[in-house]
């Protein structure tokens, strides 16, 4: 190489355009497609929002099925599919964070940083990105669903669901980004988001309804935000009541990102 | 002269470790800027400060006149930073590394990946464009860090350790690339442990130790000041060292030392020495296979300057 580089002479290539000030849509957009090129070289990535969500599926509609829903599997399936579904969003949120965190550790966010890039463009590309696995997850978990028996009111409700699930993803992938902002090592991420998610996710009305459990946890259910995703996507996709859970539902996204959003980016700025 | 990087009196503690303790840094537009220091002298540092990445608990610094801390985002749109750890995303390919960037910095896409195309073609890495970079040598990923770093044909370049971990002919490519660099009229902030890529790179050189500067000069002005130049003399017959010896003592008053391959080596005052030497060899009758008046070597002057405490160093920041 040394001789073909002295050989050649070849001057620096000159300037054709000066670079113009781009939007910070734009440079998300571009950074969501460095994410989604990421994800698709490496399709283990994945797996939690497809294997991993269909075994839980088969697992607790056959396992718990019988014993929980009155001896019915199918009714069972019909209870617990948009349960599990709000769940498996908040559990996939997790690499979202990890993933933001190796890149700070392997200093790829070091050349963004030095970049006339909006701050926040790469956090906010990310989680764009990210949308992208929720809307995989959607699909593979009615889609097997339905094979499994899974019998929506109407496809309107499920489109409803889908447009919901897919906003509250949104948010709540903040508290992923701003705890892979904070830590030091990806897998502090997952450690401190299992820490957050599973007492939300279970103590949930995702397996069982709230009816059934003592009063002090019914006073936990009620308020936790995955309860009240869960209630409205049930009622959108089983055509039953959907009360004021979606009113719920937006209040906590709006919650959520108002709070985590912030909080992420200054952590982001901050990090040295 | 336009000053395309000026620093001055930058600190920088991480709990406990006070990583800057007041540095000044200068570089004249288009010049190399050779920043010295063994590991954890403060280098990465400095340049993180200088690319906005790291806000210095006090001090200034411009580049191209534009404050650092006042106006970031002109600074970045003025710079290129090549981390000390190649900063590549090892799951895209070169094409598409040198895509995203070229893409935020708002080039359109057809530009972006002309861009690209010149930049690998220049880096010598048109053959691996299309692999990940995963599957890159240590030298290309460097060499396309460097080139992720020249996309926006920034006129300030910060280049951290760029051989540290290379082995020596690929050094000398990366060494044949800043220049090539320069050339362009870049002026270019380098970091270096090897005194030899300073001194084969730089125009100037500010040797930092324990974040402070304790020298600033250029090459030969360093060498020059850490201890006047050194005769050497080998005889061909090694039995004839105890003549040479007593001659060199005669003539500058002070023992010569002797090295493991028979060179003897004195520190002299005055160059007009030489020829003298010459005739008092030949009257002696002692043939010899070397004779030679050098600087010291970069290595021997950087051991001077941080072989003791910083205080006792003849030289201050300049
Ligand atoms: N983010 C950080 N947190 C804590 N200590 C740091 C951090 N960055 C650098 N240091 C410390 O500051 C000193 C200078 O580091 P650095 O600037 O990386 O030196 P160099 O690049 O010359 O090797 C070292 O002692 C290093 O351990
Ligand atoms: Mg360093």
Redesign the interface.
Known sequence: ??T???ERA????A???T????SFW??AV??AR?SL??TW??PEALIDVTLQPIIFLALFTYVFGGAIAGGSQEDYLQFLLPGLLGQTIAMASVSLGQNLNADIE???F????????ARS?PLVGAVMADLVRYLILFTVMVGVGMLMGFDPASWTGVLGALVLAMGFALCFGWISVYIGMIVRTPGAVQGIMFLLIFPLAFGSNVFVSTETMPGWLQAFVTVNPISHLVSAVRGMMLGGPVGNNVVWTLAWMAGLLAVFLPLAVRAYRKR? | MTMAIEAEGLTKRFGTTQALAGVDLHAREGTVLGVLGPNGAGKTTAV?VL????QPDSGSARIAGRDVLADP?AV??L???T?Q????????TGT?NLL??G?????RTR?AR??AV??LE?F?LTEAAAR?AKTYSGGMRRRLDLA???V??PSVIFLDEPTTGLDP?KR??MW??VR??V??GATVLLTTQYLEEADALADDITVIDRGRVIAHDTPDGLKHHVGGQRLRVRPVDPARAGDVARLLTELTGGAPAVSDRGDLTCRVADDALLPELTTRLQRAGVPVSELSLHLPSLDEVFLTLTGRPTDEIPLEAA
Do not use: C, H, N
């Open positions: 190489m040394t073909t580089l002295t070849m001057p620096l290539p300037a054709t355009t670079p113009t000030t781009s734009r440079q571009v950074l460095r090129i990421k070289r490496t392997k200093g790829v070091d050349r963004f940083r030095s970049l006339p890039i463009a040295a | 993180r690319a906005t990445l790291v985002a970045r749109s710079i290129g930073l981390g750890y190649a900063s590549v995303d090892e799951d895209l598409q995203l960037i893409q935020l910095l708002g080039l530009e002309a861009r010149e930049l220049w010598d990940t992720a770093s020249l926006g044909r002919a000398e490519e044949d690339v090539r660099v050339a362009d």
